[in-house]
């Protein structure tokens, strides 16, 4: 039970996404039928979809973090010796992981201390407080996520690879096993 939860939330950025990203599709999708079926526009769904879309993007770029995902400039990396790439990389997290939390502490000054709490969405009548708060959850998920990740590959020596890279390398396998066989054939031929 205790790991099913503890997998819960190691993923809950991914659950988080996949249901922001349904809902609202759903929803500009039922915008799009109301408008040209029925002539009727729904005001509230565009900027409901467009506030759930903002979060959506937050979300995944906790997520992309999490599955040390994010882009970063690696073709240097080719020319050096092997032992000063990790190096470099953990350097670059911790500028990353203060810059985070630079972010964190501004984007919470301001949702709590800065923002005119009369401050609404249009059509929705919400208080933007509650919009903008995906900032500082953000901003702090991200840097949670780095940690783990930099915890798990220099104190637990685990190899964590990005999923374009896993995929890459089993396109390389793949290729390379076509490619013997290749010669097998030939060989035997």
Request: charged fraction near 20%; charge should be neutral.
């Amino acid at each position: 039970m205790g790991a099913k939860i503890l997998s819960f939330i190691n993923d809950i950025e991914g659950y988080i996404c996949r249901t922001l990203l349904a809902l609202f599709v759903t929803i500009l999708f039922a915008q799009i039928v109301s408008r040209e079926v029925f002539g009727y526009s729904l005001a509230w769904t565009e900027e409901l979809s467009v506030y759930m879309f903002v979060w959506f993007v937050y979300f995944g770029a906790c997520y992309s973090a999490r599955l040390s995902a994010h882009n970063r400039v690696t073709f240097q990396y080719k020319l050096m010796p092997a032992w000063i790439p990790p190096i470099l990389e953990f350097i670059t997290d911790l500028i990353w992981i203060g810059f985070n939390l630079f972010m964190a502490y501004m984007s919470y000054d301001f949702v709590f201390n800065k923002m005119n709490l009369f401050w609404k969405s249009q059509t929705l009548g919400i208080p933007m407080k509650y919009i903008y708060m995906i900032l500082p959850i953000a901003f702090v998920l991200m840097t949670i996520r780095i940690i783990q990740v930099n915890y798990l590959k220099f104190v637990k020596g685990e190899s964590v690879v990005d999923p374009d890279a896993k995929e890459l390398n089993k396109l390389k396998n793949c290729e390379l096993e076509i490619k013997n066989e290749m010669k097998d054939i030939e060989g035997k031929a």
